[in-house]
């Protein structure tokens, strides 16, 4: 099929946020975040020499490739995106350019998205990755260090706690040493990707944003890109963060990322669950004006998708629209 009719055919996605972060669940040394917990490490300015020793008690003996996509199956879901890499750096997924990765950096010692993959084969769900092209708080010229504003909650967007002078930093270096490399590792090892779901770009170039466009259009032709590689390119649109238009959207590619609760990274007190009716509500909503719904949830530190999650959206499929 044509990428772009099934993805407008696709309509309910499941996306999962899954890092250290999980670790954390929202909580640092007797402190809790009213943000989103998958910026934990930038909300309270934890340094990668301690942060990085999340790595060593990664061990999520509960996790199941299986499970998830059965669970996204079950939902009545098309597609999975999951965080092959996010802000944080750490990798879900085996890189010939980091160490700091599931299988080289942890006692898990598991290619998580070898695993996903090939349970999305076998059941016959979509996989697309997230990637975080721009930040990258592991990497001394991660970016995000230009503009001077800040992300809610007053978080930095740049690592300004270890590498301190902004004026030294060079993207580029690190899109070229591991932005571009990890990329061709992602469309090239795991078979076939319906998507690339980049983020926050922030200070990313044009030239940049289309090197790295045409990278993933050179490996997987028919893999799709969403438009927050930056600079106007993209195969379709991101609404923002939760965001659910009214509009309606005709032959035009949407898609609206949205949380089941309030965060997209495990946070283990964030309990402000979506009813299954609320889940199926949106759901018609955003399909009806032509939208696809890319709903979140986050796995805790043993690979566990929150109990009430499972049922919430158990519940959505058995009464899929």
Avoid at 172 to 179: G, I, L, M, S, V
Avoid at 194 to 211: G, Y
Wanted: charged content about 25%; proline content about 4%; aromatic content about 12%.
């Amino acid at each position: 099929m044509d990428a772009k009719k099934w993805f407008k055919e696709a309509r309910f996605g499941l996306m999962i946020h899954w890092g250290l972060y999980s670790l954390l669940g929202g909580e640092y040394r007797g402190q809790r975040m009213e943000e989103i917990a998958e910026w934990a490490q930038s909300y309270f300015r934890i340094r990668n020499a301690e942060y990085s020793q999340l790595a060593k008690a990664f061990n999520p003996l509960y996790f199941n490739a299986e499970e998830w996509v059965q669970l996204a199956k079950d939902a009545g879901m098309e597609y999975m995106v999951v965080t092959a890499k996010h802000h944080e750096g750490f990798c879900l997924f085996d890189s010939a350019y980091d160490d700091f990765n599931t299988v080289k950096g942890t006692p898990f010692g598991r290619d998580v998205i070898a695993e996903l993959a090939t349970a999305c084969k076998k059941h016959g769900m979509k996989l697309g990755f997230y990637y975080s092209q721009e930040l990258d708080w592991h990497e001394p010229n991660g970016g995000g260090y230009l503009p001077k504003k800040l992300n809610v909650g007053g978080m930095h967007w740049t690592n300004n706690w270890d590498f301190s002078n902004d004026t030294e930093k060079d993207f580029d270096q690190c899109f070229r040493a591991k932005t571009l490399p990890q990329v061709r590792e992602l469309l090239t090892n795991y078979g076939e990707i319906c998507l690339i779901w980049f983020d926050t770009p922030i200070q990313i170039t044009p030239a940049q944003s289309r090197e790295l466009y045409d990278l993933v259009k050179s490996l997987q032709p028919d893999c799709l890109v969403n438009s927050r590689i930056g600079n106007g390119l993209g195969d379709y649109r991101s609404m923002g963060d939760n965001v659910i238009p009214e509009e309606g959207m005709g032959d035009a590619l949407v898609e609206s990322p949205a949380t089941l609760n309030s965060t997209w990274g495990f946070k283990y007190y964030d309990d402000r669950w979506k009813s299954p009716e609320k889940v199926r509500s949106i759901k018609k909503h955003l399909n009806e004006r032509g939208v696809n719904y890319l709903l979140n949830v986050g796995p805790d530190h043993l690979g566990r998708i929150p109990a009430p999650a499972q049922e919430i959206l158990g519940k959505v499929g058995k009464n899929s629209l």
